[in-house]
């Protein structure tokens, strides 16, 4: 890699990490893909323009990618390209001249309430770790978090008197979540246990490891795996399908969609529209089963 290439991908990890917040999995994914298509012959200084960018997408694509991969890399490129024109190192952003492909919308998939109930009931909490594992899947269905803001959330931001938890989300945007007094009563007993697996040095997150580190998204991942698979009727959920399953479950008993939007920490209003189509889908099979006309 050239220098002045070096440099400049530098100076936009900069730009992603500091000046947008982004968390660090999407900045190492941005980077990773521009110093990608650096390896690959081409150059931020020299004939960055829509044909280079072409030629690099239509070779990762001959790897039979899918359509959604190809999108985020576009989507990367739009970035990167924006700021280039941004900071005054091109007078053209020629990621406009890019099309991503069509991506077919797909639902996202939520569990029914006694689903959820089987997961969280799984947890031994004889133990300080079931109690804490518990404690996690509580805040990932009970206030609609993510995996990475489960694992960031720090315990002086938990109130637990209160029933509130102060997030830092996506592009640095802070929201107070409300619990619920069931999710809080599990939050506050591991509070009162984690001493146990506290360290000398504390990183000061809610949920720490039994050395006492602080936990990552692949640890919420592994605790919602661990109970999932005792849990056979919730087969394959993930963390974020307990997030999906907070929102589904909100509208589905008539709370607004721009209150679902401010809890789950959407910047527009588009992305939590497509948990309504969820409702529809529910609202269309009480009624093919409930009314005359819908019976055959």
């Not at 989507?75 to 077919?104: A, K, V, Y």
């Not at 602080?214 to 849990?231: E, F, H, M, Q, T």
């Amino acid at each position: 890699m050239q220098e002045e290439d070096r440099l400049i991908l530098e100076s936009f990890r900069d730009e992603l990490q500091y000046g947008r917040g982004l968390s660090p999995l999407t900045v190492k994914a941005y980077i990773a893909q521009m110093a990608d298509f650096i390896q690959k012959g081409g150059s931020f200084v020299k004939g960055f323009d829509a044909a280079s960018m072409r030629e690099y997408l239509m070779r990762r694509a001959s790897g039979n990618l899918s359509p959604r991969t190809i999108a985020r890399m576009v989507s990367c490129f739009h970035t990167f390209s924006n700021w280039l024109m941004e900071t005054g190192r091109c007078d053209f952003d020629h990621s406009q001249l890019l099309q991503p492909p069509r991506i077919p919308r797909s639902l996202p998939g939520f569990l029914g309430v006694s689903e959820v109930k089987s997961v969280l009931q799984s947890y031994d909490l004889s133990r300080p770790k079931g109690i804490r594992d518990r404690a996690v899947v509580e805040l990932l269905y009970g206030a609609g978090l993510r995996a990475a803001e489960v694992a960031s959330l720090l315990l002086q931001n938990t109130n637990t008197a209160g029933q509130t938890v102060k997030i830092m989300g996506k592009g640095r945007r802070e929201r107070i979540v409300p619990l619920p007094p069931g999710t809080s009563e599990h939050v506050d007993v591991w509070i009162h246990k984690r001493f146990i697996y506290a360290a000398i040095k504390d990183p000061g997150t809610l949920f720490i490891s039994v050395r006492g580190r602080k936990l990552d998204p692949r640890d919420i991942r592994r605790i919602v795996s661990a109970g999932v698979a005792r849990a056979a009727r919730a087969a394959g959920a993930t963390p974020h399908t307990f997030r999906h399953s907070f929102a589904t479950h909100l509208l589905n008993a008539g709370a607004d969609i721009r209150t679902v939007q401010e809890l789950l920490g959407h910047a527009g209003i588009g992305t939590t529209q497509i948990y309504t189509h969820l409702t529809t889908e529910k609202l269309k099979g009480v009624y093919m089963k409930s009314h005359p006309r819908g019976k055959k």
